[in-house]
């Protein structure tokens, strides 16, 4: 091979790996919302939801104080006067994952994610929707003992959400 073909085909090789890898890049970033977050339909109304999730976050061993729920709607509307409409978010924590990550000091900036959080909302479709950061995802991008710990907590998460 001469050295003009080898240039030629070291040419081709790096502008596919640049298309390549900036493709892949593109495609991240117009799908990283919905892999970060996963937003699923309720078949229930607004209430229903919020009580049907809490429920079942107990009946599988999470907390859920009372203090960690926030009406956004209530909230907004009364320090900027615009209505969102119906939007709350459901806190909660399974104090035994989130004890074993919290302990080390290696994980305690983890802290800012907790506790999970389950925003239940209404949009103008008259639609209620439930929305979750995908923790299993999380865990794989943060690695170490996150990964055990997101995969305890992504299949309760799941459970909270089926409504069938």
């Keep these: 091979m001469t050295n003009h073909s080898m ?16 493709g892949t890049l593109y495609i991240i970033r117009i ?14 109304d607004f209430d ?3 009580v ?8 599988i061993g999470w907390k859920v104080p009372r203090k960690w729920k926030a009406n956004f709607q209530k909230n907004f509307n009364k320090i900027v006067g615009k209505d ?3 939007m709350r978010l459901l806190k909660m924590c399974e104090p035994f994952i989130a004890a074993d990550l919290l302990i080390s000091d290696e994980n305690k900036y983890l802290s800012v994610m907790m506790p999970c959080t389950f925003a239940v909302y209404q949009k103008s479709d008259g ?20 990964v055990p710990a997101m995969e305890k907590a992504w299949p309760d998460m799941l459970k909270m959400v089926k409504f069938n």
Aim: no cysteine; proline share 3%.
């Design 7 to 22: 240039a030629k085909n070291l040419i081709v090789f790096l502008i596919a790996l640049v298309l390549g890898i900036g």
């Design 31 to 44: 799908n990283l919302a919905t892999l970060l977050v996963t937003e699923i339909e309720s078949p229930l």
């Design 48 to 50: 229903e939801t919020l």
């Design 52 to 59: 049907h999730i809490e429920s079942k976050a107990k009946e």
């Design 84 to 86: 969102i409409g119906p």
């Design 127 to 146: 639609k209620v929707y439930v929305a979750m950061m995908n923790l299993k995802l999380v865990g794989m991008a943060l690695g170490g003992d996150v």
